[in-house]
């Protein structure tokens, strides 16, 4: 199938989630269930991930401003805005969507192969919303509070590596980390975090769900999902940066 | 009553049915049988709308499945109770959330009344001790009944069972048999069911469809089977040692 194919019948696939919907209730429960496993599942690696990010960051940074003309201060600085621009969003959209997406790929594809799917709608239940819907709005929901917690952790891991190995005073950190702060950044990790979660979850989900064949074909499914998402967050990102930059 | 007329299905150029049709009346069980691979699981699911067939149509008492917009679809479909060829129960949720499912999702009752539907169900399959288990930790012929419950909870008017009794043991697969009888007769539903099992061909099969290689070479009842002049049907039939030795008396 080309490229073009494919895009096409991704957009139907959307399309599908919007129509003929079952009751609110529903979707209510289950995106909140979604919503605990996917916070709860994630926010170990998120965690480790980010702080370890910062930390290094801020070491390598660093190592690289060695002209006695820079002051220090412009370490965190550097490291704070790295944080919000990139590398919270991001990196942390990255890793979750090894995570997030190959779990929805597989389980979907699982779902397909097993006629669970067939099950669900020859009782006249519209599959993709009932089982794509929730999935998503938790992810939109859910993203954003690990980015904010990704942020955090990895400011703070920048400061424990500077202030440990002696690159940076916490004092001379925490000036950095507060000089020539443009606000909108906040509001554009998390827009972008919306976006990313968004196309995270879709993708995924768009591959589990036409998923043909056994267990190996739940695999390959599972896979692809992960590349996918991972180049149409990259392409997103390009392009998002370009549009409110 | 179902009506299907000339349905044919073929998979990337390959002919998978050619021009099946025939009639499932309401009150009757009806069978489709045939080797393995010969097309029924597909021509079941050409009849429960999930394969569009190439050509011909599926009538639902006088409604075009295929021809019907997305209304139509989900009326006919709310009307029908089907069990798959897996079980194909819902992982994530036990026994007894499985059978309550679609009760959840269509109907307003309340809880209580909800949970004694699914439990009386459960209890016709003789499943009530296992209501709280996993999927994962039951049997394939214990999920064959789960599905059964699961199909019959909404009181479908089309029950659409594809092979309920392959993995049980014979006395339990006599009974699920009677059940599904039971249930055709007590609400007249029509009832569609595809087998291997002689044992359901000569109990259960008011109306029997011989499928072979995409075509229907046969169709009859369990009264006038055994006479039956089709080469391809007899070896069928007597492949089985138990109809050989009735057949020879
Ligand atoms: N989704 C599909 N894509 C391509 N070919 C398929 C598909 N589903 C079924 N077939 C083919 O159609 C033919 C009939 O399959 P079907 O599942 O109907 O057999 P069956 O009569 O139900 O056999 P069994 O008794 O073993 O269940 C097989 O040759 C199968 O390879
Ligand atoms: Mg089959």
Redesign the pocket.
């Given at each position: 199938m080309n490229l073009l194919t494919r895009l096409g019948r991704y957009f139907i696939f959307l399309g599908m989630l919007f129509r003929r919907r079952e009751k609110a209730s529903v979707y209510a429960r289950q995106t909140l269930e979604e919503a605990v496993l996917l916070g709860i599942d994630s926010i170990f690696i998120v965690s480790i991930v980010s702080t370890f990010i910062g930390a290094v960051t801020c070491v390598q940074t660093a190592y690289n401003l060695v002209s006695p003309f820079i002051p220090d201060y412009v370490i965190s600085l550097i490291v704070r805005d790295m944080t919000l621009l990139e590398l919270a969003p991001t990196i942390t959209s990255i890793v979750l969507a090894g995570k997030v997406g190959s779990n929805i790929a597989s389980g979907l594809g699982t779902m397909r192969i097993s006629e669970q799917v067939d099950a669900l709608e020859v009782m006249g239940l519209n599959s993709v919303s009932y089982l794509v819907l929730p999935k998503i709005l938790a992810a939109v929901l859910v993203f954003p509070m690990l980015i904010t917690i990704a942020g955090f952790l990895s400011i703070w891991g920048g400061y424990v590596a500077g202030t440990l190995t002696g690159a940076i005073t916490p004092d001379e950190y925490i000036y950095g980390i507060r000089a020539d702060f443009i606000p909108f950044n906040v509001p554009f990790a998390l827009i972008k975090t919306v976006v990313f979660a968004f196309l995270i979850t879709s993708i995924s989900a768009f591959q589990g769900y036409y998923t043909?064949g056994g267990a190996l074909e739940v695999g390959k499914a599972s896979t692809t999902a992960v590349t996918n998402s991972c180049i149409a967050i990259l392409v997103a990102d390009y392009l998002l940066a370009q549009l409110l930059l | 009553m179902i009506e299907i007329q000339n349905v044919s299905k073929a998979?990337?150029g390959?002919q998978?049915l050619d021009g099946i049709s025939g009639k499932f009346e309401p009150g009757n069980c009806s069978l489709i049988i045939?080797?393995?691979?010969?097309?029924?699981?597909?021509?079941?699911?050409c009849i429960i709308g999930l394969?569009k067939p190439e050509a011909g149509n599926v009538l639902y008492a006088g409604r075009d499945f295929w021809e019907g917009n997305a209304d139509v679809k989900r009326d006919i479909r709310r009307e029908m109770g089907v069990l798959f060829?897996g079980g194909a129960l819902f992982d994530s949720k036990n026994v007894l959330e499985n059978v309550k499912f679609p009760l959840d999702m269509l109907t307003d009752q309340s809880e209580k009344e909800k949970i004694e539907r699914a439990e009386f169900c459960l209890q016709r399959v003789g499943l009530e001790n296992a209501a709280k288990r996993m999927p994962s930790e039951i049997s394939g012929g214990m999920k064959k009944r789960v599905g059964i419950a699961r199909a019959i909870v909404m009181n479908p008017k089309y029950l659409f069972c594809?092979?309920p009794n392959s993995g049980l043991d014979p006395l339990t697969s006599v009974k699920i048999d009677e059940l599904i009888q039971e249930i055709t007769d007590e609400y007249k539903i029509t009832t569609v069911v595809?087998t291997?099992d002689m044992n359901s061909v000569l109990g259960i099969g008011e109306y029997i469809m011989f499928?072979h290689k995409?075509h229907k070479l046969w169709e009859g009842s369990n009264q006038n089977i055994l006479d039956t002049d089709v080469p391809e049907l007899q070896e069928f039939l007597y492949a089985n040692q138990l109809i050989r030795r009735m057949k020879n008396h």
């Open positions: 043909e | 998979f990337n390959r998978v045939g080797g393995s691979g010969t097309g029924k699981s597909v021509l079941l699911k394969f060829q594809d092979e595809i291997h499928l995409g």
